[in-house]
């Protein structure tokens, strides 16, 4: 339902707020010209008919669901490719991009998620000259439809121990695709079941009986005319799962199926005609799309949180409950300091990753530069960073969205306020891409090598500078850069120690790597104290460097922002804090009061502050975080889109109900 008027209760909200709200939309944007172009191009999607769902999602079957989104995908792609082609060189990749909102007609996902996000980057990385001249140009004109299959039923994040075989014959210059058990089919790729009709498969390189290790094979599963399913090959869709039930992901398995030997994507390595195996002096560099990928999971992770801490604040705003004071009216929930605690560090936090997110996508495309130019240096700290910063924004922003679900209470819980779909979008991002404790113990094995270089005088890469100073931690200084610098020593104690008990259980006689396996609890905790260190110190960066072109109001609750989630953050880790630094009760007592404080400073500016990030409610989806703020007249509304509300009668009560009441069964 829309309407012309406003909740009272948003309009006083919005009278409150200290700053220009469309300057903070800008910032968020990247520039006013990228909030201009969003705009425009949301406005051309949403007044299209044919993009509307006359029944929510929620009501259709499993199949409708697919069907519908592979009908609105169609016509979205051809919108956005009138204004504004996809582009496929990383360095044209404008952060602006991140802020787009156009797959927003899905509430769950595109099934054309994989085509962009995979297949086109894993061509543009790891494709030769020639290859992603003729790839690139049938899959961005979309003549074929592609997917990434690596994750298969018995392996994810180990790569190496996935089964899927590629063996080449010589005679004929063909590799051989083959599936040898159950546990090697592919499994999970999006588009997979039934939408792209080509793959690249993650399979093991087999050359006359010695193998070559994983390599990327563009394999056609389907028939470019008919669409069905090539010779030997076995696809089809997983089933339902918590989320991504638009996404179409699939299995895969391949019985004898031959390729051409240029189906290999051989930039990194090259098979010759004869079998001559050649390969690439860093073998770590085919790993670009996966760095690149989890760039962008950082920022989907904070995306998502927005939007559930859009919805949660402005029903916050509006939802009255229980009485403060004795006969006086009952206030907007969003009065409780409970409330405000529930969610106002979802924005804090929000605003931390996206800003971490354009500062990392920055750090990636000046490697892809370096990279060209045949520097591959920051590699191994790319790869660390880009881990640790996907694992904690997926747990942080995942925990926080469920957070805000719970905070709207019963109503929170209902499918049309969109919270719980927020909820397994987000905790899918823990697991996809990388599960997260893998993903830790790599970021701690880089660690770990940092902290050896560190103790021979090796200078170290900049995020971890700071391993390098051993010193013991000074008097508490509760200055925000002082906070900073104990979670660096906090990360500093935690690696050390787990560093010290891990050579300890070496020399015990453990083997290397059951020493490894029984300090990987310590391990992964060092490598979360890296990725807090890296995120509190760029997000302190980030808003120092934007405060020099914003307005002083728009400066000072950027700042309240970011104060309040450095001090959050150190309340959430005052064991840690007081284990490795000076922190004492009194000051820990000094945080609580400050960021009390810092909770009434920000209450005029929630409403204002969740508008900026200027979500049209066809993007919100929720019939608690309207604009209008009339949340019970959008529950009611939705309701009555039931099927069940259809018809006054039921024809189970004729069938079932009134045989049982009238004792004829």
Known sequence: MTSLKVNPDLQKERSTCTFNIEELTNLLDTGAEHTAKRRALEEKIFNLKELKDDVPEEFLSHKDKYENAIRKAVMLHTIVQRNDPIKTNVNNFDKSNFRSTSNSIFKDVSPFLLQFSMFVPTIVGQGDEEQRKYWLERAL???????????????????????TEATYDEKTEEFIMNSPSLSSYKWWPGGLGHTSNYCIVMAQLKIKGKSYGMKPFVVQIRDEETHMPMPGVKVGEIGAKFAFNTANNGFLGFDNVRIPRRHMLMRFSQVLKDGTFKSSSNPRLAYGTMVMVRVTIVNTACTLLSKAATIAIRYSAVRHQSQLKANEPEPQILDYVTQQHKLFISIATSHAYMFCSYWLWDLYTNYHN?????????????????????????????????RCRMSCGGHGYMLSSNLPQLYSLSTAACTYEGENTVLLLQTARALVKAWDQASQGIALNPTMAYLADRTPAGPWDSSLDGIIKAFQKVSVGKLSSSVSSFHEYAKSGLSMEDAWNKASVQLIGAAEAYGRAVVLSVYKAEIERYSKIVSPSLKAVLSDLLEMYIIYKALEKTGDLLLYTQLSEKEVKAL???YEDLLEKIRPNAVGLVDAYDYRDEVLHSTLGSYDGFAYEHLMEEAMKSPLNAEPVNQSFHKYLKPLMKGKI
């Open 592 to 594: 609580q009061r400050r």
């Open 370 to 402: 370096e990279q060209n130019d045949g520097n591959f240096e920051r590699l191994p700290e790319l790869h660390a960073l880009t881990c640790v910063l996907k694992v904690i924004s997926s747990t942080d922003c995942t925990a926080l969205v469920e």
């Open 141 to 163: 004109k979309m003549e074929i439809i592609g997917t990434y299959a690596q994750t298969e039923l018995g392996h994810g994040t180990f790569i190496r121990g996935l089964e």
